[in-house]
């Protein structure tokens, strides 16, 4: 487990240097728990670290991500949610809690979630922390019961 919560100097730059030891030291190949709620991350932060699990394979045996209480928008979340359907098979399979609360996630990207979960992405997820404004969304409500995952 690393947990790194509530550190908001760590922002974007911090997160881009922690996916490249991920993927370049090979540090996050056992890393089950990473805990990054409240350290200014923002969509390119979130996109370091998808960029580290698809093209590197990093972080492949993650089983709970804790992204809240960040800056993270639909840029970001479109990001994850494209490469979890158009990247390559496996990425974060393992993972069963993604938290996603208090971020600046709108519409377009509770779409593009929604989309993907509905295709099949994060395929072990059972608990799914999303933005309390988007809770009621048909959309996202319908791929969670569909698969049994938890929305909070």
Same mark, same amino acid.
């Given at each position: 487990?690393?947990? #790194?919560?509530?550190?908001?100097?760590?922002?974007?730059?911090?997160?881009?240097?922690?996916?490249? &030891?991920? /993927?370049? *030291?090979?540090?996050?190949?056992?890393?089950?728990?990473?805990?990054?709620?409240?350290?200014?991350?923002?969509?390119?932060?979130?996109?370091?670290?998808?960029? $580290?699990?698809?093209?590197?394979?990093? #972080?492949?045996?993650?089983?709970?991500?804790?992204?809240?209480?960040?800056?993270?928008?639909?840029?970001?979340?479109?990001?994850?949610?494209?490469?979890?359907?158009?990247?390559?098979?496996?990425? !974060?399979? *393992?993972?069963?809690?993604?938290?996603?609360?208090?971020?600046?996630?709108?519409?377009?990207?509770?779409?593009?979630?929604? /989309?993907?979960? &509905?295709?099949?992405?994060?395929?072990?997820?059972?608990?799914?922390? !999303?933005?309390?404004?988007?809770? $009621?969304?048909?959309?996202?409500? /319908?791929?969670? *019961?569909?698969?049994?995952? *938890?929305?909070?």
């Amino acid at each position: 487990m690393l947990h #790194l919560t509530g550190n908001a100097r760590i922002g974007d730059d911090g997160v881009r240097a922690l996916a490249h &030891a991920c /993927a370049q *030291q090979g540090a996050g190949k056992v890393l089950i728990e990473l805990r990054l709620g409240g350290n200014s991350i923002g969509d390119d932060g979130l996109s370091a670290l998808v960029d $580290a699990a698809t093209t590197h394979g990093a #972080l492949a045996t993650l089983k709970e991500l804790h992204l809240n209480i960040n800056r993270i928008g639909d840029v970001g979340v479109s990001t994850l949610a494209d490469a979890l359907t158009a990247g390559p098979a496996g990425v !974060w399979e *393992q993972l069963h809690t993604l938290n996603l609360q208090h971020n600046a996630i709108g519409q377009p990207g509770v779409e593009a979630l929604s /989309a993907a979960l &509905a295709r099949g992405a994060l395929p072990s997820l059972r608990h799914l922390q !999303w933005p309390a404004t988007h809770l $009621a969304d048909a959309s996202l409500v /319908a791929s969670c *019961q569909g698969r049994s995952i *938890q929305l909070g």
